[in-house]
């Protein structure tokens, strides 16, 4: 399973370049530990690093993109988790899995909520690219995609696999995630089960 998740492996690189990346990571998180996602600048980050604005754009083309770079070994952990708990729980029912791999996932929203963001808020295009571009939701829809599958056989008048997943994956987007959380009032264990009374 992880195998297929290269988009998020660390690249080859420069050393002069694997340098500047980690001043950059390092500057950034210090700088969003201190004064949150949303209230740091690119420039900032630059100004911490100690390198130009060029070089830090010419590595990340936004805050998003950096703030995927930060949390890139805790989606490795994320999908790891998810594995062994696939590997454990096999001869469960599909519909029990894929409520398993939800009480694992919508902790990791919560907890990643700001960096998810790309601290942009819930309505700028900057935030971590979505969908068909985001080997987060990428890698969850091909798992989701699959125990949906497995759901539907034998069963000709359930929706299409792809369908409900395409619909899972955007009720679990960040944007979704924090309006149920900060608009409706719903807590996360509440959204979790609401979650899967809609698609279980």
Same mark, same amino acid.
């Given at each position: 399973?992880?195998?297929?998740?290269?988009?998020?492996?660390?690249?080859?690189?420069?050393?002069?370049?694997?340098?500047?990346?980690?001043?950059?990571?390092?500057?950034?998180?210090?700088?969003?530990?201190?004064?949150?996602?949303?209230?740091?600048?690119?420039?900032?980050?630059?100004?911490?690093?100690?390198?130009?604005?060029?070089?830090?754009?010419?590595?990340?083309?936004?805050?998003?993109?950096?703030?995927?770079? !930060?949390?890139?070994?805790?989606? @490795?952990?994320?999908?790891?988790? #998810?594995?062994? $708990? &696939?590997? +454990?729980?096999?001869?469960?029912?599909?519909?029990?899995?894929?409520?398993?791999?939800?009480?694992?996932?919508?902790?990791?929203?919560?907890?990643?909520?700001?960096?998810?963001?790309?601290?942009?808020?819930?309505?700028?295009?900057?935030?971590?690219?979505?969908?068909?571009?985001?080997?987060?939701?990428?890698?969850?829809?091909?798992?989701?995609?699959?125990?949906?599958?497995?759901?539907?056989?034998?069963?000709?008048?359930?929706?299409?696999? !792809?369908?409900?997943?395409?619909? @899972?994956?955007?009720?679990?987007? #960040?944007?979704? $995630? &924090?309006? +149920?959380?900060?608009?409706?009032?719903?807590?996360?264990?509440?959204?979790?089960?609401?979650?899967?009374?809609?698609?279980?």
């Amino acid at each position: 399973m992880l195998e297929n998740i290269k988009e998020i492996q660390p690249r080859i690189e420069r050393r002069d370049a694997a340098e500047n990346r980690q001043r950059i990571l390092i500057a950034a998180h210090k700088l969003f530990e201190k004064n949150g996602v949303a209230q740091v600048s690119m420039n900032q980050i630059a100004v911490e690093a100690q390198i130009g604005p060029g070089t830090l754009y010419r590595r990340y083309a936004n805050k998003g993109e950096l703030c995927l770079d !930060l949390i890139k070994e805790s989606v @490795l952990q994320l999908f790891e988790d #998810i594995e062994r $708990y &696939l590997l +454990q729980n096999q001869q469960e029912p599909p519909g029990q899995r894929l409520k398993g791999i939800l009480r694992i996932f919508m902790p990791f929203i919560e907890k990643k909520a700001q960096l998810l963001t790309g601290g942009t808020g819930s309505t700028s295009a900057k935030r971590l690219p979505y969908q068909s571009q985001n080997p987060l939701y990428n890698k969850m829809h091909q798992i989701t995609v699959g125990l949906f599958d497995e759901m539907a056989a034998g069963d000709f008048s359930s929706p299409k696999s !792809l369908f409900r997943a395409d619909m @899972l994956m955007t009720a679990i987007s #960040i944007d979704s $995630y &924090l309006f +149920q959380r900060d608009v409706r009032g719903y807590s996360p264990d509440e959204i979790l089960e609401n979650l899967c009374s809609t698609f279980i």
